[in-house]
Structures are given as structure tokens and as C-alpha cells.
């Protein structure tokens, strides 16, 4: 290749244009859940139900939601994704932003719990629709009070990112108030661990006062209705504690500010940040900042200096009570609900705080299965169970590992386990200190269910999608207690059946030797039958008070 034919700066210059995020994302589309046809029809149903779930709580609507997934007759891995909620409503002139522009939503710039964030989930989806069957989202939507729904049509301009409306229209629509979005998509529909049907039972398990009804694509109806009737209380939002933000965020702030100087600045945009604590602040910056300083005019490098003060000066924990945990009632009546095992415990951590974020973890184990590995005591004391039951025991006791359910502001997380601060947390865990087996640095093997939720205003994921937990040391210590806690209340219960199952081989064996040691009895003293029965059954009667289980 010749000098001349090179590239120069003004021929790059004339490649060089601005990266629309659309385009960025319809590139990286792995980033946000759509890297497989599995993967994207879950992640368009998930999408869709998050918002619904989120709209109906914020509204204090208790969520109904409808699902269904049925294939396109005649079109190769074609599908439609309808998902139908009683929620609010989406007013008219939000409508075609909502579904038609990436990183246009409500919860990213509000420091409140919510199962979105980003602004990025049904947009994308709708994004993800247009790409592989070229047909735009199809949304209907009525606000209570409004006598017809909007109907719309839309898709995005990926180069602009911005909506392109197709048709809109009031319609009429039975519903009083709600939102239905329709998307057809090419997608694969499968079951097992990372399916629809599973999402929908993991959400039904954390969510107890939601009813979910879906239809899916073998013509299956799962119904999942709620077990509580009552909605989590609302979540209080926050506003940025000094620990947590970062420079960037920091100088954005400071130049979005209604304020007129620092002083009031600091008190009103962090939260436990008062008049004190602001002026510390202040000082402890110098490079000629005052409490009279103009936040709009603060160069670079005062902000930078402002930023240090920040961490450095102390300021008390942020506020928790903006966190709002499953609670310890509500989990157990959800994994009661959806799964049936023969021992149940549940530990809401209280709050902590990572990188000045407040965040909350509950841990819930459902051990062994009904009639199946454990013993059963009878009222009076005794103990009871079938040669049938101990053989299903036996048949059991496989290699099994325990099953982990992860769960972030209340959403399974199905995908990427490996990469998640909740595996580690378990694996991490001595499981053997409460009398299960585990290879190290492996799940327990046991016949059980670990689910783990971590609640926080901004959950620190891995990726835009939403799918693994970053590993903060402060996460990771509070996922381990909660582990640990649990660990004892069921090495507790272990303790309990064994000595039952001990108890229990033990009578067995008398038992066996119970007539024999009657006929020798009649042989030595000369006893009549009568007087034979009556002696072993007395010698029955005190062996069952001796062993008696208190
Ligand atoms: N079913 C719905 N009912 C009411 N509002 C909705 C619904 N779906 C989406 N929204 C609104 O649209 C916004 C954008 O949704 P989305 O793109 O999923 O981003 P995010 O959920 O991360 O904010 C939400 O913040 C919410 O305000
Ligand atoms: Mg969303």
C-alpha cells in the first residue's frame, strides 16, 4: 500500500459522525437480554411485566397482570408477546417516548427502589421487535377518568433515537384504566430454568400480593394468584448521599442546580447533609470554594476538590427507610404458596449501605420435600412414619445441589449465575457447619432451596441487563450473614430429624425383638398366653413412654 493511498485525517474526518445510543444498542443488543431467541422472548416479557408491576405498586393498585406468548401460525420462530396490566394508564403525550426512545422513563433520575432503572427496558425490546420482524410495538392504554384508551403504533428512528408514531387513535376499551403492549418478535420458546413460566413463579414467589395469568405457547394456562392482599408499602425516594455519587455525577449536578450558591446546594440536593456538615464540607475543599460560591461557575478542579471533601468529611448513613423488603411473613406465604417443602425459614437483614447506596438482603431456605426426607412426629409424642416413606427418603438422598433462586428488587435473575455476588455469597458459605455436605467453593448438596433478594435503591448490576450482581465487599458480608442465619435455623432442624430418625431405627429394632423375647418370657416363668400378651404389651407401652420425642 502506497503513502498516497492512505487515509488522512480530513478522509477520517468525513467517516467520523455521532453513535445515536439506539444504534449503539441495536450493535450490543447481548448488553441489554437479547443475545438469543430465548433469551429475547423472556426478556421482552420481563420488560413489559416489570413496568406493569412497578406502574400498578406506585398507583397502590394491586397488581393483575395477563401474559400471553403464541406463536405467529406459518412464520418460523415468530411470535406475539402481549402483556396486559390494570395500572395507571400512560397519559397520551408520554405514550410515544415511553415505547419509541431509548433512556426516556421515570425512575432513573428519582433514588427510589423500582424494579426498572435505566429507562432502557420496553423501548429496547420494542427496538429488539422491529429489528427481527420489522412490524412496530402495538400499545393501548386508558387513564382512569378518560372515556377511550390510545391506541399506537410505534416504532424508533435508531439513528435519531426517536419515535416513529404509525397510527394513533381513541379507541374503546373495556378496561377502566390499564396498559397493553403488544410486540411480535422472532424468539424460541423454551422450559427448564431459564423459561417464562419459570420467571413467572419466581416473581409470583417474591411478589405475593400480585396475580399473574399467562398463556403460553403450548396452549398452557399458569395461573399465579396472590397469596397476600396487601401492597408493599410505597418506597420512600432519596436523594444522593456525599459517599455515593461519583465526580461526574457530582459536576452534572452542580451544573443542573436551581440553587444559587454552594451552601444551600449541599444541603438540599444530598441527603444528610445539614448546615454543619455543608460548611465542613466547604472548608475542608478550599481551593478557594465558599459557601457563596456559584455552583455553575465551579472549574474542574474545585469540583474535584469538592468531591474529596465529600468523602472525606463524616456524614452520617444514609436513610434506609426508603428500602422495602419482601418481609419475613410475606416470603414465607410466597414460597409456601409456590413450593412445597417440609421446612421453611426466612431472614430479613436490616439495611445497610455500599458506595453510600442503601440496600437490604433477605435470605429464605425451603428444605427437603414433603413425606419425603423428613420424619413426622404425631401429636401424641410418638413416632410415626411408613417403610414406603424412609425408602423415598433413601431414593432422595442424591447428589443433587441445593437450587438458588436470585432476586433483585423483587425480579428473578434466570441468566448469568456465575457472574452474580449472590452465587459467591453461597458458595462462599460453610455449608458443612450445619450438617450438609459441599465440595468447597460449590452449592451445598442438599434436597433445598436458597432464594436470595436484595433490595436497594440502585442495585449494582453487572450489565445493562440486568441479570447478575456486582460483588461490593459490603454486599457480599450482609449476603453472607443472611446465609448464616438461616444455616443455623435449618442445622437446628437437621439436629431435630436426626435424633428423630435415631429414635426411630432404635424402636424399630426392640420391635423386631419384641416376640421373641415373649415366647422365651412364657418359656422361663410359665405364663399362660393371656398373661404373655399382657406383659409385652405393658413392656411396649413403657418403651414408647421412654422414647417419647418431647
Ligand atoms: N405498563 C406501564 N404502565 C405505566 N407506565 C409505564 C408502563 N410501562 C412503562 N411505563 C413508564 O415508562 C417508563 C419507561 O419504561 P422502561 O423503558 O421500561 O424504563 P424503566 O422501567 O427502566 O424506567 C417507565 O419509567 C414508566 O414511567
Ligand atoms: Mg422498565
Redesign the pocket.
Known sequence: MTADSLPTAFDLASRQREISVAEFFLKNRHLLGFDSGAKALLTTVK??V???L???EEAGILPEIRIEVKPIPHADDVFVVV?E?N????VES?LSR??GK?L?????HKLAQ???????????AGMYAQLTTGKPLHVL?RVAGQTRATELYVSIDTAKNRPEMHKKQQVKWNRRH??R?EAELQGYYQKGPHSIDMYLNQTAIANPHVTLRFENPNDEKLRFIRSVSELPAPPVSVKPHPHGVELGMLIQMLNNTHCRTLLPFLEQEFSRVGRKTARAIIAQAGNRLSARSYPRHIARAQAQALYHAMQEVPVSAPRTDCLVPIGEKQLEAGLRKELKAEFYTVVTRPAAVYRGNPFQVEVAIAYGRPGGVGLEVAADGHIHKAARQRQAAKEEATDASARLLRFANRVPLLYEPGACAITKAVMQTNWRAYGLRQSKGALPIAPMIIMVHIASVWVPFTSEAKEAVAGYAEILKELKLGLQACGRRLASHLRQTRRLQQEYDKRTHIEKHLPQIGNALQDILQLSDTARDKAMSNLDKSLHRRRKIR
Open positions: 420488560e413489559a416489570d413496568n406493569a412497578d406502574a400498578c402483556v396490566d395500572g395507571p394508564g400512560i408520554q415511553i415505547f431509548l426516556y422513563g421515570s425512575k432513573f423500582s424494579r426498572g432503572q435505566q429507562g432502557m427496558g420496553i423501548s429496547a392504554s390499564g396498559t403492549v
